[in-house]
Antibody, heavy 121, light 113 residues
Framework: QVQLLQSGAQVMQPGASVKVSCKAS????????IDWVRQAPGQGLEWMGR????????YYVEKYQGRVTMTRDLSSNLAYMELNSLTADDTAVYFC???????????????WGQGTSVTVS | QSALTQPASVSGSPGQSITISCTGT?????????VSWYQQHPGKAPKLIIF???HRASGVSDRFSGSRSGNTASLTISGLQAEDEADYYC?????????????FGGGTKLTVL
């Protein structure tokens, strides 16, 4: 069963950095874009950006440019999202999600990780 | 303020049909065939239910359907069941030159009475 398995919850101090991992299971990471989405407590979903695991090319939402870095380790089938200079406003659940191949569907998010809770306090 | 506008809440009784709207502009919802819908139960990850405006994701009940008219996309759930109670989000994808974006709706809470 295709899955994305994320790292566990973290509590961080203001000003610190957090790195969340996302492991592709039962498929090769290289074949699909990985997007990162966050959800603050009681709020809606917010897109942060994406990485093309094949090339390493990234696109970040302007709000996060300069503060977020998305990377991948193809040998381990892992994608990472690192967010720096954390504030209380970064307290949220962070999701990684996969895009299906373009031959199957237009840009959407067909498989989601279980989410990683990040608390900044 | 979200890029796409959804009603904050809708409700219906078991067996009834409901429709959730998702309003954008002629530059996003009205211009791209890339509207998708997601269901999210409390404490869970979102689940894709509709992609490319009106295509059901694998394994999704045919009680769920998507459509679009102009700048407004809609998700219809027929034969409401208790398990449909959840939050629903629409997303529109846009790409112009070097700019790309997933625009999210603010989410709609569906209550099954």
């Amino acid at each position: 069963q295709v899955q994305l398995l994320q790292s566990g919850a973290q509590v961080m101090q203001p000003g610190a950095s957090v790195k969340v991992s996302c492991k592709a299971s039962e498929y090769s990471l290289i074949h699909n874009y990985i997007d990162w989405v966050r959800q603050a407590p009681g709020q809606g979903l917010e897109w942060m950006g994406r990485i093309n695991p094949k090339s390493g090319d990234t696109y970040y939402v302007e709000k996060y440019q300069g503060r977020v870095t998305m990377t991948r380790d193809l040998s381990s089938n892992l994608a990472y999202m690192e967010l720096n200079s954390l504030t209380a406003d970064d307290t949220a659940v962070y999701f990684c999600a996969r895009r299906p191949p373009l031959m199957m569907a237009g840009p959407c998010l067909d498989v989601w990780g279980q989410g990683t809770s990040v608390t900044v306090s | 303020q979200s890029a796409l506008t959804q009603p904050a809440s809708v409700s219906g009784s078991p067996g009834q049909s409901i429709t959730i709207s998702c309003t954008g502009t002629s530059s996003d919802v009205g211009d791209y065939d890339y509207v998708s819908w997601y269901q999210q139960h409390p404490g869970k990850a979102p689940k894709l239910i509709i992609f490319d405006v009106n295509h059901r994701a694998s394994g999704v009940s045919d009680r769920f359907s998507g459509s679009r008219s102009g700048n407004t996309a809609s998700l219809t759930i027929s034969g409401l069941q208790a398990e449909d109670e959840a939050d629903y989000y629409c997303i529109s994808y846009i790409s112009r030159n070097t700019l790309e974006n997933f625009l999210f709706g603010g989410g709609t809470k569906l209550t099954v009475l």
